[in-house]
């Protein structure tokens, strides 16, 4: 069974830089879990010491709806 915990937000920048930086911090401390943050509820995680890591970069150009830029990371790993 899968469990989908999702949440969407618009965050200035800074904010979101600081989410990043408290999301790294997690990993670095070198915990067996790490707690993620995802709108109001945490989610406790146990990463191995190695991870699948993907990064995706998607620039799109519209005349009607403008310029859109997407950044996805996406983190995976078995337990």
């Known amino acids: ?13 800074d904010e979101l830089a600081a989410y ?3 999301l790294a911090a ?3 401390r070198g915990d ?3 707690t993620v943050p ?6 406790t995680l146990m990463p ?3 991870l699948d890591v993907s990064v995706e970069v998607v620039e ?3 005349m009607l709806r403008g310029d859109r830029e ?3 990371i996406e983190l995976s790993w078995k337990r």
């Open 1 to 13: 069974m899968a469990q989908r915990t999702t949440a969407d937000e618009t965050l200035p920048r």
């Open 20 to 22: 990043l930086r408290d």
């Open 26 to 28: 997690e990993f670095e």
């Open 32 to 34: 067996e879990q790490i």
């Open 38 to 43: 995802v709108g109001n509820k945490n989610v």
């Open 48 to 50: 191995p010491e190695t």
């Open 60 to 62: 799109r150009s519209s």
């Open 70 to 72: 997407t950044v996805d």
